[in-house]
């Protein structure tokens, strides 16, 4: 089944203890993205990836890295968590670079982390 | 990316089609406009999308206006689980950027 998975789903922890979330999709999409989701702010990017090796900033990128070894991964790492990361994250991914039907992003289930 | 204006929120009756509209003023010739929703918390997923024509898909209708300064989702026949928040997006194909979403219509199903 086409989709694109996060991992973990929840997270609590504690404000500046490294952390991942993982995300992997199996459609050999060349697009990746990392949004975060916050009540009266909607769904902001943080990064976002064009294809291997190649990453750039969104709109809110302070205190969060990315990396893109390989096509299929696009981890989100918070190298020093705090409370204002507390948040829903969503991974997307697409084909790009072709016709309007590769542009259609799919989007993971989230990860809903929390820094206390 | 153009600006999209839609409703807050609306309302429709199970079985009943909604129409849902936006208006995009803006939008430049080669905009797309895309269609996505997300349901409670869930990833967003993608709906339809298009240029010019009026496209149909398995979940819905996008109907666009002849001068593409807006246009309107059409769920056929609305379920429960359509109950979600939709959002009409317009960009430029493959720009790489993020999807505006904006704040979306909130669309109630009743029984």
């Known amino acids: 089944e086409a989709q694109v998975t996060q991992n973990p789903r929840y997270l609590i922890t504690v404000t500046g203890k490294k952390l991942t979330v993982t995300c992997s999709q199996n459609?050999?999409?060349?697009?990746m993205s990392w949004y975060r989701q916050d009540p009266g702010l909607g769904l902001r990017q943080i990064y976002y990836s064009m294809n291997v090796e190649v990453t750039d900033k969104g709109d809110v990128p302070e205190g969060y890295k990315v990396s893109r070894k390989e096509k299929r991964n696009f981890p989100l790492i918070l190298e020093s968590p705090s409370p204002n990361q507390t948040s829903l994250y969503f991974c997307?991914?697409?084909?790009?670079?072709?016709?309007?039907?590769?542009?259609?992003?799919?989007f993971g289930p989230g990860t809903r982390l929390t820094v206390l | 990316d153009a600006k999209t204006t839609q409703p807050t929120s609306m309302d429709c009756a199970e079985g009943r089609a909604a129409n849902l509209p936006c208006n995009h003023s803006t939008i430049s010739g080669n905009e797309y406009v895309y269609w996505y929703r997300q349901i409670h918390s869930q990833g967003p997923q993608y709906i339809i999308h298009?240029?010019?024509n009026n496209e149909t898909n398995e979940m819905a209708s996008l109907i666009i206006t002849e001068d593409r300064k807006s246009s309107t989702l059409i769920l056929p026949h609305a379920t429960l689980r359509d109950t979600a928040v939709y959002y009409c997006i317009v960009r430029v194909l493959n720009s790489g950027y993020a999807l505006n979403f904006g704040k979306g219509t909130s669309l109630l199903v009743t029984p």
């Open positions: 298009g240029l010019k």
């Open positions: 459609m050999n999409h060349e697009y």
């Open positions: 997307a991914s697409s084909l790009a670079g072709g016709g309007a039907s590769t542009d259609t992003q799919y």
